[in-house]
């Protein structure tokens, strides 16, 4: 009987030390950031239930667990799902259905884009996106003349690449209700020699903005499948949208809950009086996918267009100072009522003088309150005394590839003084001991290596300038790929999920060709995604 015992004890000691655990999914031989405190960079991790379950080397993972799924990476560089901290993902969507824009060299190519999109659809109304005068041999804003001859009873509306600026032919003017004598507050309606030219900057785009018709529910649903195909390729898992209406968002809730639509959306609420007065009296609604739990809210406008709010006028234009589009009692208003909640302030601020007054603002709404984390997105033009105020509870939120598109014209705008506080991302970074990066797309691509190569080189897509625009300004690798994960994550509260590759967080992660924290930072643009999981599962 003792023998028997003692065999049954051996066999049991045996078949415990055979038993693995199981997983649903493991990758082994991998070069894996884990962009844990460590920057530990480990071999392999194993899944189970769209969770990491263990992280470590692929001999001990191999030995402890079995899989249902096993990818060998033979090498590659994975890392966690990458978030964009600044983006429009609806505008995207909506974006890629309207005539495009970007790149074109000339108002010569608008228009012949224009013409081309209209044989094809026979819109009723012509919207489209991304011209930028800058970029052209004559660097003015174009005039509507041109679109009034080639569409004399159909509207359109084509938005500056950041979408700040808007031309609008006479038919779209008319169906706005815009005139000579209509008022421009927070913007301008250009007329020269007492006529329009069809330029709007900023807030009154809303008349013309608010003339086109409403798209559908269809339509919408394609958008926001449409720009999560565009995303998912690029290796990104979480998208910010600076921006979205209450309607948007539900309809992202109720896509998320059917299945069709799997891209985590961190949404900012659009500052409308309707979706304060709806959501500021609710408790921020947080699921694993969808978090609305912060108010967007513009304090200027663009550089580009001038619509920056500066504190002394722009270089390249006498006594033009841009301006703030909300008064400075609105927006300490709004910012005070959003101060009771548990919602944080996302404010876009580009000018120095925008900056400084949304700063001061937080600074003495924040007195004594930890870890509200209000985020001020673009920090774009920051006057030297003013850096003092951010912290890991004002936040800068910036977008590398802005500096790089906007370098060529910068100096122009603000002269080489205030330009040393512009896009000042590694003294942004010093003083708030975090940063978080986006790409602000569809004003820039959505490419999010794009964003590595910029906060980390500093030169455009020509290897130019030599050494960087204002190279001291760079981020080193370690510190762009936290800006891009970990960091964003924080500055979204949701740092204990996802944002690094650890036990217990989503299985978010993305397996790359090369690996971008080795190869030369030339080769940087041209990295490709080998394949993007989210919750353990392959989305691309």
């Known amino acids: 009987m003792k023998k028997v015992l003692l065999s049954l004890l051996i066999c049991g000691i045996f078949f415990s030390c055979n038993t693995k655990e199981e997983a649903d999914l493991m990758v082994v031989n991998a070069r894996v950031y884990t962009v844990n405190d460590d920057f530990h960079v480990a071999e392999a991790f194993a899944v189970r239930d769209g969770k990491f379950l263990a992280v470590g080397t692929t001999a001990d993972l191999l030995e402890k667990y079995e899989s249902v799924e096993t990818i060998d990476a033979d090498g590659k560089a994975v890392y966690p799902g990458l978030i964009d901290a600044h983006a429009h993902f609806f505008g995207l ?13 000339s108002f010569e190519e608008v228009v012949n884009r224009i013409t081309e999109f209209q044989k094809e659809k026979n819109a009723e109304f012509i919207v489209g996106r991304g011209w930028d005068q800058n970029d052209w041999e004559v660097k003015e804003f174009p005039v509507k003349d041109t679109l009034d001859i080639l569409f004399p009873t159909t509207p359109v509306a084509i938005t500056r690449i950041d979408g700040h600026a808007l031309l609008a032919n006479q038919a779209a003017l008319d169906a706005a209700g815009i005139t000579i004598n209509t008022p421009a507050e927070g913007g301008e309606i250009e007329v020269k020699n007492g006529k329009l030219t ?6 009154p785009m809303a008349l013309v903005e608010n003339a086109i018709p409403a798209t559908s529910l269809e339509d919408q649903t394609t958008a926001l499948l449409d720009a999560q195909k565009e995303v998912f390729q690029y290796g990104l898992t979480t998208v910010n949208d600076a921006g979205l209406d209450r309607q948007v968002i539900e309809l992202i809730d109720s896509l998320h809950q059917t299945g069709e639509l799997d891209v985590r959306i961190y949404s900012m609420i659009s500052n409308t009086k309707e979706n304060l007065d709806y959501y500021l009296e609710k408790e921020p609604l947080k699921t694993e996918k969808l978090n609305v739990g912060s108010v967007k809210f513009y304090a200027d406008g663009a550089l580009g ?8 006028p722009y270089s390249d234009k006498h006594n033009h100072y841009g301006a703030l589009l909300s008064s400075v009692a609105d927006f300490k208003e709004t910012a005070t009522r959003i101060a009771k909640t548990d919602y944080q302030m996302n404010t876009h601020a580009i000018g120095d003088s925008a900056n400084m007054v949304v700063l001061k603002t937080y600074d003495s709404l924040l007195e004594g309150r930890e870890d509200r984390r209000w985020r001020v997105e673009h920090s774009q033009v920051i006057d030297q005394e003013d850096f003092k105020y951010f912290s890991k509870n004002i936040i800068p939120s910036v977008q590398p590839t802005h500096a790089t598109s906007d370098m060529y014209w910068a100096g122009d705008r603000l002269g080489e003084e205030r330009e040393k506080g512009a896009y000042a991302y590694k003294k942004l970074l010093d003083q708030a001991d975090i940063i978080a990066l986006g790409t602000d797309f569809p004003v820039e691509k959505v ?4 964003t590595f190569y910029a906060a980390v080189a500093r030169k455009d897509l020509e290897n130019c300038p030599d050494g960087g625009y204002m190279k001291e300004q760079t981020l080193s690798r370690e510190e762009a790929l936290k800006g891009m994960t970990i960091w964003a994550a924080y500055s979204n509260f949701e740092e204990e999920e996802k944002g690094s590759i650890e036990e217990g967080k989503f299985a978010d992660f993305v397996i790359l ?7 030369p930072e030339s080769e940087l643009p041209d990295v490709e995604v080998n394949a993007t999981y989210l919750d353990g599962k392959k989305v691309y």
């Open 93 to 105: 969507g909506t974006t890629l259905q309207h005539v495009d824009l970007t790149e074109t060299t």
């Open 305 to 312: 267009s001038r619509g920056a709010a500066l504190k002394e």
């Open 447 to 450: 490419s999010p290596f794009l």
């Open 198 to 203: 069809g330029i709007l900057i900023d807030n």
């Open 513 to 519: 060709e090369r690996d971008i924290m080795e190869i």
